[in-house]
């Protein structure tokens, strides 16, 4: 089966890699795909969840299956040394979504230029904001569940150096974490730098607390248990003299069971108001707990991801494994859980061709982070014949025999104070 793509494509991908735009602000992005999707056939609806967008190809009765990518990037400055590098300063696509967006467009166009497209619809829900855990959530609540036709089937990929190009990866059953994101903020009346004694001091509260919230793992959760905390961000603006009258922390916490996630989530907030009174703030007034996201755990039909890893062998020269969970998250499980359907999610991998499964460098979310070239053909490959296999009925089989998961409970956390594997990388 050709890798081969349409002759459009690269330049797509380099454009989009050229010109990076953050969640929510992804709207040169948005327009690039929907012109592209216009032009391929696809009514397109723009604005859904703010920059996101939905492209639908309606060919009669049949299935309806649902493809996903992302529009966003990161905030990072990008040091490939690409000739179509960024040209954003500190935004760059270290995770890949580019990638993702040019191989959904052509995949598409290649399907339906096809001599043998089956009866069906298909539905591009193209997001924005996912490294911000909160674009699924906006598109939903945006009426994205109204505005299309409900699917049988959701699919989605995601590059990943921990695996070499041309090959493919994926899970059965769990296959990537819950996310939950909160964040702490201190706050206290300043001072000068010159008379430590004179007040409470966010900065020394916000590092007593970060150290102490990454021994939660080590120290409160069971070692049979997989979780992760982390404080991926600390933000506290001053100047030489002036203690900083504002501290606020972002903390990140990976989860696979709920009961894990919620004994976390509990005893870090032990941990802020036991910090709070060592520090000289009060909880709940100098200092608040806000809970901001919640993504659920990505949740691969096992039937389904099965005979897709054996249409991707059969159909393409390519291998697709399987590999352990991953603590990296996705929030197109808050999509599959809007729609009420089944879904597969695969990593196609985008190290250098021959070389083995494992943590690789650059990884996804580093400055140099840059798929091989022969990445996007087989991501485009890939993703073609799991939608056309979906179309044809050939992944979910009768529909009286499909499971469908619960409905959307908890997709975004409240806005109140409050094991050992070598799985792909993602971006979130």
Known sequence: MTLQLPRWAPALYESLHRAPELGFQEHRTAGLLADVLSREGFAVTRGIGGTGLVAVLDRGPGPVVAVRAELDALPLQERTGADFASGTDGVMHACGHDLHLTALAAASAQLVAGPDLP???????????????????????????EAVPRPDILLGQHVSAMAPAGVLVSTPGPALAAADTLTV?????????????????????????????????????????????????????????????????????????????????????????????????????????????????????????????ALHERRLSVRHLTVPPALASDDISVLARSFGCPSVYWFVGSGEPGGGLGAVRPACHTDTYLPHPATLSVATAALREAMAAALAGALTGPRDERTRPGPLDGATGPKCPVGNNTPPETRT
């Open 119 to 145: 009866n069906g619809r298909i539905v591009l829900i193209l997001q924005p904001a996912e490294e911000l855990g909160s674009g699924a959530v906006r598109m939903s609540e945006d009426g994205l569940t």
């Open 185 to 309: 903020t201190a706050r206290a009346p300043g001072g000068h730098t010159g008379s430590p004694d004179s007040g409470a001091d966010p900065v020394l509260f916000a590092a007593g607390l970060t150290q102490r919230l990454h021994t939660v793992v080590g120290r409160d959760v069971a070692p049979f248990e997989q979780a992760v905390v982390s404080v991926p961000g600390i933000v506290a603006p001053s100047t030489a003299g002036l203690r900083a009258p504002r501290a606020v922390l972002t903390v990140n916490i990976r989860t696979f069971e709920e009961r894990v996630r919620e004994a976390v989530i509990r005893r870090v907030g032990d941990l802020v108001r036991a910090e709070s009174a060592a520090a000289g703030l009060s909880f709940g007034g100098d200092v608040r707990l806000t809970h901001d996201t919640h993504v659920p755990r990505v949740e691969n039909s096992p039937e389904v991801r099965d005979r897709l890893a």
